[in-house]
């Protein structure tokens, strides 16, 4: 097992910025990716960042490339979204993740095996 601890949430205004936070304990050797996705009120839990853990290759959402950047310290096990330019479509709950292998794909939800409890990021305009 892998738990999944994310902080770092709050409310900023638009234009301002905010880094998440996630780290992970347990079983890390089992670690392959991870990833962060968000979920706004009423809409469906999407990807937004993703990082291979072996050799940090990144992915990202059209809506946040640019803006957002994901990156690891393998020395404490974390991982963390720094957020840019935030805009007020970007509140959500934001969940970190965790896959133990890569099964085709880092940015559908399903593919990934842990999940923290979630953070709010509320965007004020």
């Known amino acids: 097992q892998v738990q999944l601890v994310e902080s770092g949430g709050g409310l900023v205004q638009a234009g301002g910025s905010l880094r998440l936070s996630c780290a992970a304990s347990g079983r890390t050797f089992n670690v392959y990716a991870m990833g962060w996705f968000r979920q706004a009120p009423g809409k469906e839990r999407e990807f937004v960042a993703g990082i291979r853990w072996s050799d940090g290759s990144t992915y990202y959402a059209d809506s946040v490339k640019g803006r957002f950047t994901i990156s690891r310290d393998n020395a404490k096990n974390t991982v963390y979204l720094q957020m840019n330019s935030l805009k007020p479509g970007d509140t959500a709950v934001y969940y970190c993740?965790?896959?133990?292998?890569?099964?085709?794909?880092?940015?559908?939800?399903?593919?990934?095996?842990?999940w923290g409890q979630g953070t709010q990021v509320t965007v004020s305009s």
């Open positions: 993740a965790a896959a133990r292998s890569y099964r085709g794909t880092y940015y559908a939800d399903t593919k990934y095996d842990y």
